[in-house]
């Protein structure tokens, strides 16, 4: 008997609708949409794991041959580990240490961290950038920096002045 694929969201669409009214069962395919969500997240930090450590092999010149000598891997195991068709935690660490590379565990808070406190500088620069070109065509100022403007503003300021014009 062949095998079907089954998209298993249309699936649990479906098996929505004809439990609809069964708190019990909405429960349960909430639970079920969480878990497939989790399990996609992980597989795609799987896959930047991957892309990641093959790329440090690369950059380094290491051929999956080297690497097997290094670790005692097989190359097939290294192969499968790089095409992600296998590749257990032993598998990845033996890989890391091969290209002498240090897999670091880190809060996924800090991460986040970052990437709000990146946002927020670029957004500040970016608002920056536009105050100043803003500043610079209201006053008729071809070019206008932002050391310009700081300098400008002082002056403004040692004056008494609340505006710059």
């Known amino acids: 008997m062949p095998f079907v694929k089954v998209d298993p969201i249309a699936e649990a669409v479906e098996l ?3 439990f609809k009214d069964d708190a019990e069962a ?3 395919f909430r639970q079920y949409e969480l878990a497939h969500r989790e399990n996609a997240r992980l597989e795609q930090e799987e896959a930047e794991l991957r892309n990641r450590l093959i790329k440090f092999r690369k950059d380094k010149k290491i051929t999956q041959k080297e690497l097997e000598a290094k670790t005692g891997l097989t190359q097939q195991a290294i192969s499968r580990f790089e095409v992600g068709s296998g590749g257990s935690l032993k598998t990845i660490l033996k890989y890391a240490e091969g290209i002498d590379c240090q897999l670091v565990p ?3 808070q800090d991460i986040m961290d970052v990437d709000v ?3 927020i500088e670029e957004s500040v620069a970016t608002n920056k950038q536009l105050f100043v070109a803003e500043r610079a065509r209201s006053t008729g100022i071809d070019s206008y920096t932002a050391e310009e403007f700081k300098s400008n503003m002082r ?3 040692k004056k008494g002045a609340t505006t710059h014009k």
């Open 117 to 119: 406190y990146s946002r």
């Open 155 to 157: 002056k403004a300021i």
């Open 106 to 108: 880190i809060d996924r």
């Open 16 to 18: 929505q609708e004809m």
């Open 26 to 28: 909405k429960e349960m």
